[in-house]
């Protein structure tokens, strides 16, 4: 089953690389662009709050895209993507705080301890909510590929869905992407700063073109988890439309 995950994490994005640069294209410019101005204005309070909620807004299109791609194939979106933000959208956002606000009260009673400056039991604390934090988020998160291909689930739902698959999913959709982020990140990251001090600091621009690479991956691991768990069990989400 990892295996199959796995597999199915590279080999579409690979096929669908052609259809994936298109649909991505407009937004990735628009994540350049942003970038360009954040550091233009980094000590504009309101510029930065500005950019921070249009890159989520931007992200979120993006992750649609994929999982739409991926999950339904190229005919499942418009040549280059989405120009809208929709009811599909405005969806995978409130899902996608509403999983956060989770994990932040989550967290916050982690941190309790804190208030009785304990050492010991502060650390013990701190990791075990970091632990369960992943955990949930590993089991929400299996919501958002169904909300993208309009066969929305309930993050209820979702945690009944993923019950017999909880290491599965810590692994695939925390572990995996997390290793995979640095691995890449920290390789390519010495490599675009060693061609921005040879050639030109103009190619800092590689780096949001970075992010949104290992985003798509990402993605794309979430989605191969979604299939596996929805080919092996049909009967989950048989009866929605």
Do not use: C
């Amino acid at each position: 089953m990892y295996k199959r995950i796995i597999n199915g994490t590279f080999i579409p994005v690979f096929k669908n690389n052609q259809v994936l640069i298109k649909a991505l294209f407009l937004p990735l410019l628009l994540i350049i662009i942003l970038d360009k101005i954040s550091r233009m204005y980094s000590n504009d309070n309101f510029v930065t709050f500005s950019i921070i909620v249009l890159s989520l807004l931007i992200n979120i299109t993006i992750a649609i895209t994929t999982h739409r791609i991926l999950l339904l194939g190229s005919n499942s979106i418009s040549t280059w993507g989405f120009f809208k933000f929709g009811k599909r959208e405005f969806s995978f956002l409130i899902t996608s705080i509403f999983i956060g606000v989770i994990i932040g009260i989550v967290m916050a009673f982690g941190a309790i301890p804190l208030l009785f400056n304990v050492e010991a039991i502060t650390s013990i604390s701190l990791l075990v909510t970091i632990f369960f934090s992943l955990i949930l988020f590993s089991r929400f998160s299996l919501a958002l590929p169904s909300i993208a291909i309009d066969k929305e689930i309930s993050i209820s739902q979702a945690w009944e869905y993923t019950k017999n698959y909880k290491l599965l999913t810590f692994f695939t959709i925390v572990i995996f992407p997390i290793v995979f982020a640095l691995i890449l990140g920290i390789v390519y990251e010495l490599a675009i700063g060693f061609l921005i001090k040879i050639i030109s600091p103009h190619l800092d621009i590689l780096y949001p073109v970075l992010d949104v690479f290992i985003t798509v991956f990402i993605v794309s691991a979430l989605s191969a988890t979604y299939r596996v768990i929805k080919e092996d069990n049909p009967e989950y989400f048989e009866k929605i439309n």
